[in-house]
């Protein structure tokens, strides 16, 4: 820090993906650069580190991707997500500039490796990382580095300051020391507010204190309430975050992709009441995880657990925790601290209402109970083949909605219009196109065509 | 709960389990290497199991710095280093006898002392079994006292690698080698493939999480080097027996023109090897054979470089001592053949060759 300049040309708050877009870009048109990353070294990247892919368009095969994936189809993907919640225009210009950014993040150290064994269904949409978003977190910071950016970690920005349309300096605790940094041009990335519990009880209500935060423990929003309290636009539902249903066993911040569970269609899925409460066959996996955090959060406890046999038991991705394995339902019931007579009939009921057919693990084979007033639609086989497995379920909340609008040159707004020296990138903005739901690798993609909107911005404003 | 973090100590290949099986439920590191497709292909690990993945191993540490549950995470991921563990108890386990494999796979300071004795002993020979005539070397020590002396020591530690190897392929399961695998092995081998980091530009050694060729380089010079000297060799056994045409050779021979090269590149792939050894973190490998292992890099270097002197001092009254220096080093390298870092190269051609025989990675999940 002693070779700081008195007044930086630009200052990133945030070390992500989005944040790191914004300084590259900006040192590559020559502004001086500091970023402001809260989390220590070992964890810098927030929650790009837990990433795998970016969702790219593309007119024709592009290494690592196949075929092509046309602006029109994206949107569509999208719009069916967010059931039309997005900012259309914005909407586009990522999708648009998504194309360039895949050549520019291999020139700026990112490797990227055919698609995972997996996920081949998206290996024409989406181009993954060698080695996930820690590699390319880590590609970023040797590039910036290169540059001349200069990078602090444990700088938790406290306080950004605002002077009429323009921001002066920011309030930042860096390795527990208050300071004050100058900067001609700042760059807000600094993600949402999904590890601040506080802040999620009070949104949801006191059922997200069972909530497990799959992400990084840095993201508690300590920017955005700053900006939100000094009168910034807002978007995105304030109550609402992303989760999905994982592994009730999960560590409470950080387990990342490990703690995912792909069994529920092969299962049945029971409440501590030992009751079913959904359809576990409604469409694949891919297109059903995202429902099952919130279908998980509304149950008793905000707790669910789902049960398979021997049948099933390789037909999904291992979890990173054993199944709880019992010779007997009861059994299973019983260590898994459920009623094992409500259990017993349950899966008696549900195992009655099976039918014979062909199943088919990968496609939607129609094979559905009858007369249950809780239907499984597919992949409906009777739980009749000891060992039984059981997995917890619990939600995890991946991000959170709640954000700052920006417009499509990325700037911050305040009541009274822009903020002429502000921009904003990444999930701290992600709502304003993410409005409700979520499309694998589409994060990457807002913090890196916002990112290096940003960045070009603020380097054109302090040139 | 096999991520209960309470600690109690596991052995290397329980605590490799625990690590492999979080590794196998995330699978980022798919295209760096052999380990991570060949992972996939179950869900439980047996010890065999381990086994093969951590020879197949090749300690590029790629996935370490890609990693998000390396330390402080609670997981507290060390592929690389908990992988290294496992290979060298492999090694003792299937080493024949484990005790010497024991001493000499951790303890460099044991290979120098053998080094001392084996040149004491050399010089004692040349002393007492010095032959009434003869030129060159032979001056010094007559050819067939070098044959019988050498071949044994030669033979013998291949032998007891080629059972270790035997037990080897027994315990990970290998099955039936056909021609295919062993091509596709070799061919893994010769590029180093599993040291290019999966995009060509090297590994994760020296330069933390920026990627270098390097040790990829100084390990194809010193392996080439060698072949080349061992090549040399036979060459000049050939000559000496068939054509009877007797050292010292002249420098547009055969012998000289595979050996010299082979011996620079020997010197100049050890002494860089030495030198990543001395800059790379020690924590992302067994750092209990840390020292035996610079140790043995080190008495690479000292073959070809006391070999490459004695042919320039040819002549002088040097020839006496470098010849012992070069016979010692030659002797102490094949006897612990079986017993040093030397026997990875086997074991690693052995995982490869394994490898290549088993089904494709088939795709799980989603």
Known sequence: MTDWPKTFDLVVVGGGNAALCAAITAAEAGASVLILESAPIAYRGGNSRHTRNFRCMHKGPASPLTGCYEEEEYLQDLMLVTKGKTDEGLARLAI????????????????????LSGTLSLSRTNAFFLGGGKALVNAYYNTAEDLGVKVAYEAQVTHVHRQGDRISHVEAEIQGRPRTIKARAFVLASGGFQADIDWLARAWGPAARNFLIRGTPYNRGVVLRDMLDQGAASVGDPTQCHAVAIDGRAPKYDGGIVTRLDCVPFSIVLNNDGQRFYDEGEDVWPKRYAIWGRLVAAQPDQVGYALIDAKSIDLFMPSVFPPVTAETIEGLASKLGLDPKAVRRTVEGFNAACRPGRFHPTELDGLATEGLEVPKTNWARPLDTPPYYGYQLRPGVTFTYLGLKVDARAQVHGAEGPIRNLWAAGEIMAGSILGQGYLAGFGMTIGTVFGRIAGKEAAAHVA | MSLDTTPILLSATEEARRQIEICNACRYCEGFCAVFPAMTRQKAFADGDLTQLANLCHNCRGCYYACQYTEPHEFALNIPAILAEVRVESWERLARPQRLARVFQTHGVAMAGLLVVVLAWVFWAASVLRPDAGSGFYAYLAHNTLVAIFVPAFVLPLVLIAVSVRDYWREVDGGRVRLAQVLSALGSALRMKNLSGGHGEGCNFERGD????????????????????????????????????????????????????????????????????????????????????????????????????????????????LLAVHLATVMVLFLLMPFSKMVHGFYRLAALVAEAGKPAPTAGGE
């Open chain 1, 96 to 115: 648009r500039s998504s194309e360039d950014c895949l050549p520019w993040m291999k020139a700026h150290g990112v490797r990227f490796q055919p698609s």
């Open chain 2, 210 to 321: 920026r990627f270098s060729d390097r040790r990829r380089v100084y390990h194809q010079l010193t392996m080439y080097g060698f072949l080349l000297c061992f090549a040399a060799t036979t060459v000049a056994t050939v000559m000496h027996y068939l054509l009877g045409l007797e050292a010292p050779y002249p420098l547009l021979s055969p012998p000289k023109l595979l050996g010299v090269p082979g011996g620079l590149m020997m010197v100049a792939g050890a002494a860089g090897l030495a030198w990543l050894k001395l800059r790379a973190d020690r924590s992302l490998g067994a750092a209990r054979v840390w020292g035996a292992e610079m140790a043995f890099v080190l008495l690479l270097g000292a073959v070809a470089l006391s070999g490459l002197a004695l042919y320039g001092a040819a002549g002088s009254s040097l020839v006496m001592p």
